[in-house]
């Protein structure tokens, strides 16, 4: 599988915008579906959207209407662009591969990149 490298974290204050980009060693063209997941301090992992090979995007409520997650696999590189940042979105956020299953996505465990940190801080 390609390996995934995040990049674009950062500090920013309350309601400024990150974008996040998650660039793979190969194409991404084939592959069925990649998502973004995040990891707050002290809690497990959570979803935090995918986006299908074909452009089709699902989001958690969190993020609905302040996350966007897009593709481009010319560049084989991911985005998820994050506007009106709260406190709350401070976490480490990683990319990864996964295959769909009706409307719910599946993550590989095995793709994971290392993480990009984003701290969101007055």
């Known amino acids: 599988q390609v390996q995934l490298v995040e990049s674009g974290g950062g500090l920013v204050q309350p309601g400024g915008s990150l974008r996040l980009s998650c660039a793979a060693s190969g194409t991404i063209a084939n592959i069925e579906a990649m998502g973004w997941y995040r990891q707050a301090p002290g809690k497990q992992r959570e979803l935090v959207g995918f986006?299908?090979?074909?452009?089709?995007?699902t989001y958690e409520d969190f993020g609905k209407g302040r996350f966007t997650i897009s593709r481009d696999d010319a560049k084989n590189t991911v985005y998820l662009q994050m506007n009106s940042l709260k406190p709350e979105d401070t976490a480490v956020y990683y990319c990864n591969t996964g295959w769909l299953s009706g409307s719910d996505y599946y993550a590989d465990f095995n793709s994971w990149g290392q993480g990009t940190q984003v701290t969101v801080s007055s």
């Open positions: 986006i299908s090979s074909s452009g089709r995007t």
